[in-house]
C-alpha cells in the first residue's frame, strides 16, 4: 500500500508558475514509477507526466511539454511537478499517481492515487 499526499497547488495569473509536491508513505518509493495526471470540470482525468524510478527517464504529455518538469528525490519519498507558463487551459485537479511502468498513460493503469490539489490559472 502507498499513501500519496499532494500540495502546493493554488490561484496563479496566465503566465506564471506553480511547483507541486507529493509525499509518499507505505512501500518503497523508489520501487515505482510515478506520474502526474489531471482532470478539469467535466473532463476526463488526462495524463500530464511521468519520471521512472530513479529519475532517469521522463515522459510528458503534448500540451505541457517544454512548460512543466516532474522530478523526484527518493530520499525524501517526495515527487515535484514545476508548472512554468500557465494557461487558462491548465486549470484543473492534479493527482499525482504509482504505476507499474513508466510508459503508462492511462488512469486504470496507475494502482495509488492521492486526494489531488486544485490549480486555478486566471486570464
Known amino acids: 500500500q502507498v499513501q500519496l499526499v499532494e500540495s502546493g497547488g493554488g490561484l496563479v495569473q496566465a503566465g506564471g508558475s506553480l511547483k507541486l509536491s507529493c509525499v509518499a508513505s507505505?512501500?518503497?518509493?523508489?520501487?515505482?514509477?510515478m506520474g502526474w495526471f489531471r482532470q478539469a470540470p467535466g473532463k476526463e482525468r488526462e495524463f500530464v507526466a511521468a519520471i521512472s524510478r530513479g529519475a532517469s527517464s521522463t515522459y510528458y504529455a503534448d500540451s505541457v511539454k517544454g512548460r512543466f518538469t516532474i522530478s523526484r528525490a527518493n530520499a525524501k519519498n517526495m515527487v515535484y511537478l514545476q508548472m512554468n507558463s500557465l494557461k487558462p487551459e491548465d486549470t484543473a485537479v492534479y493527482y499525482c499517481?504509482?504505476?507499474?511502468?513508466?510508459?503508462?498513460?492511462?488512469?486504470?493503469?496507475?494502482?495509488?492515487w492521492g486526494q489531488g490539489t486544485q490549480v486555478t490559472v486566471s486570464s
Open positions: 507505505g512501500r518503497i518509493f523508489s520501487d515505482y514509477p
Open positions: 499517481a504509482s504505476s507499474g511502468s513508466l510508459y503508462d498513460r492511462y488512469p486504470y493503469e496507475y494502482h495509488y
